[in-house]
């Protein structure tokens, strides 16, 4: 009777720790009750989170949901990690389906390398899932459009799309087949060779003069990129005001001699215009303008007299006839 009775005891203090080890297995694990690092992390909604739901990260268990309550219409969730979870204050948080059963889970991301470890008083980014009822009603709207769409194409609606198209083919049916026999002969000359465009992908010839024309164009411009070169230099040159055309553009000295220079002329020109100096008089005088004419008619019966006369006498008649 002793025996059996510590027999039951003994078996009944082994099936209380199974079902304590079970228990902690379902609310969350030993670290539930451990002393585990906390990271913390808010959500506009957690869908079907649990407290003991897995904490993953790339698909590896490192820690358990603790804690899940609504603060400041946001939901405030706690993850209990384990001891070697090597999570970093710029990881992110997403709750993540396990299956379409709704199993849920939380995962994070690894973060950078050089981002400290976080903490209790951490609290990751977080990064929402769409919604699965969402994105089942969103399929379901889907299929009731393309049940719609396919309703609405009964025999007439397809007979009034159909008939005008069939209506044009008949009645163009000639052109239409000319149309496709002057394309069959094209495309027939081309892929024989013949004319400009069957010539341009068949001739070989016309390939290679091409291909020596490109060439040729590829000297020219290596020999043009020193020219241009020089041409840089010119305009560097001219610019750091270096050269005649430099100080030209750059100098003010040469500068204000030029506008000086300009002033001067304006000047003289303007005398001329009013009548003083000899040219002005020149220009403007009516009676020396008179005085030059007469002058030169006097000189030219000078001239004609000298055909008749001797040289001895040619400079007494030149000074008569000025006198």
Do not use: C
Not at 33 to 38: D, I, S
Not at 190 to 212: C, F, M, N, P, R
Not at 259 to 265: D, E, G, K, R, V
Not at 311 to 323: E, I, N, R
């Amino acid at each position: 009777m002793k025996n059996t009775l510590e027999t039951r005891v003994g078996l009944f203090v082994a099936l209380i720790a199974l079902a304590a080890v079970l228990i902690i297995e379902i609310l969350g694990g030993i670290e539930r009750f451990g002393t585990g690092r906390q990271v913390q992390a808010m959500f506009t909604t957690v869908q079907e989170l649990k407290i003991g739901d897995r904490v993953k990260m790339a698909g590896v268990e490192v820690g358990r949901v603790a804690e899940i309550q609504l603060t400041n219409h946001a939901v405030h969730v706690t993850m209990r990690l384990h001891r070697d979870a090597v999570v970093r204050t710029d990881s992110v948080a997403t709750i993540k389906f396990a299956g379409l059963l709704g199993q849920n889970f939380v995962n994070l991301s690894f973060g950078s390398p050089a981002a400290p470890l976080a903490d209790s008083t951490t609290y990751l980014a977080s990064e929402e899932q769409p919604d699965f009822n969402v994105i089942m009603k969103k399929l379901e709207n889907v299929a009731s459009g393309v049940e719609n769409m396919t309703k609405s194409f009964s025999g007439e609606e397809i007979g009034n799309l159909i008939g005008p198209f069939t209506d044009f083919l008949k009645q163009n049916k000639e052109p239409l087949s000319l149309t496709i026999s002057n394309i069959s002969q094209i495309t027939g000359r081309i892929s024989s060779g013949q004319g400009t465009v069957g010539k341009l992908i068949y001739d070989e010839a016309l390939h290679a003069s091409a291909l020596t024309t490109l060439t040729d164009l590829q000297k020219a411009v290596s020999e043009f990129q020193p020219t241009l070169a020089d041409a840089r230099s010119i305009m560097a040159d001219v610019k750091a005001g270096q050269g005649s055309v430099g100080k030209l553009l750059r100098e003010d000295t040469l500068y204000n001699e030029t506008t000086a220079s300009m002033t001067n002329l304006r000047e003289i020109l303007e005398k001329i215009n009013r009548g003083d100096g000899s040219v002005g008089k020149l220009v403007n005088d009516q009676e020396f303008y008179n005085n030059a004419k007469l002058t030169l008619q006097k000189v030219e019966k000078s001239v004609e007299s000298l055909e008749d006369t001797g040289p001895l006498s040619v400079l007494g008649m030149a000074v008569g006839s000025l006198f």
